[in-house]
């Protein structure tokens, strides 16, 4: 078996992860097949194809709109597709992503045309939709629970495995830069998310680029760290207000890597991306109490 695939549980048949190409960092993002179940699509296409060869893909589940995890679809195409309503539109038109990453007329825009052409990303027609709760039998012994986990995106879903207590949970990814900078994204929505992700029952997680990490305790210390980047965040983004100051506006945050301590090749898309993010701070802390909207910025309340 090719080295990318690489069996889940040592009990169960038919269940794996599958790593995505180049350890799954972006544009690459992981899978795991369950049954002729596969959960997104993003490990490449050379993997992608290998894997077709191996196992038979008659579903695909997909958690969430990017393009890293949905850029195979093509290569699927007589599979069913399923997802969250909430992230039907942009599968199913791709230039959607355009608006809701907000680039629309910045040079941005060109930028995101060329990779959405470069992994040759076509519209991708959902054939059915998935629910909080909904469960799937796989076989006699597989069962794919889906979780409604948003915040990410506005549709983001995880799916657990009830026998052996393993959940993809996509890009809650537990890496070093949690990521809601999209304009579907909710950071109230993706707290909540994690916490629903900590309360869990389980054995394994996988996430989109991160491997597979295993143990309830280990599973806790890395939703733990990951908690704690949102709130060395929050803590920078409130170092901005001081009593009695002048209001602060969305501008002043600008490039000062309040979310990217560093810039990759990504910059012009990171520092869209990044105001996208503060806002989705400042909208926590309104709802917080912590600050208040006046006309000309917000101001500590
Ligand atoms: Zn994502």
Not at 9 to 20: A, P, R, V, W
Not at 189 to 195: G, R
Not at 260 to 268: L, T
């Amino acid at each position: 078996m090719e080295d990318f695939i690489k069996p889940l549980s040592d009990k169960l048949e038919n269940f794996y992860f599958i790593e995505g190409d180049q350890r799954a960092r972006y544009p690459y993002s992981n899978s795991m097949l369950i049954g002729d179940y596969l959960i997104d699509t993003g490990i490449s296409p050379r993997r992608l194809k290998k894997l077709k060869k191996e196992f038979p893909i008659n579903n695909v589940f997909l958690t969430h709109w990017h393009e890293d995890h949905i850029s195979g679809n093509y290569l699927l195409r007589d599979a069913k597709f399923y997802c969250h309503s909430k992230d039907r539109n942009p599968i199913e038109n791709v230039n959607e992503m355009i608006f809701l990453y907000n680039v629309k007329n910045t040079p941005v825009e060109d930028e995101l045309n060329s990779l959405i052409e470069m992994l040759r990303m076509q519209n991708l027609k959902i054939d059915a939709l998935v629910e909080n709760n909904d469960i799937f039998n796989i076989d006699d012994q597989l069962k794919l629970k889906v979780l409604f986990t948003p915040g990410h995106t506005a549709g983001h879903c995880s799916y657990y495995e009830l026998n052996s207590k393993t959940a993809f949970i996509g890009d809650i990814d537990l890496t070093k830069y949690p990521y809601y900078g999209n304009l579907d994204a909710s950071l109230i929505e993706f707290e909540e998310s994690i916490a629903k992700i900590k309360s869990l029952d389980v054995n394994v997680v996988v996430t989109g680029h991160r491997g597979m990490i295993e143990g309830k305790k280990k599973i806790n210390e890395e939703i733990e760290r990951y908690k704690l980047i949102l709130r060395e965040r929050d803590e920078r983004i409130l170092s901005f207000f001081s009593e009695g100051s002048r209001p602060i506006e969305l501008d002043d945050f600008k490039k000062n890597n309040i979310i990217y301590r560093k810039f990759s090749a990504f910059k012009n898309f990171e520092i869209i991306a990044e105001v996208l993010m503060i806002e989705k701070h400042l909208e926590k802390f309104l709802k917080q109490g912590l600050i208040a909207k006046k006309k000309n910025g917000y101001v500590l309340d």
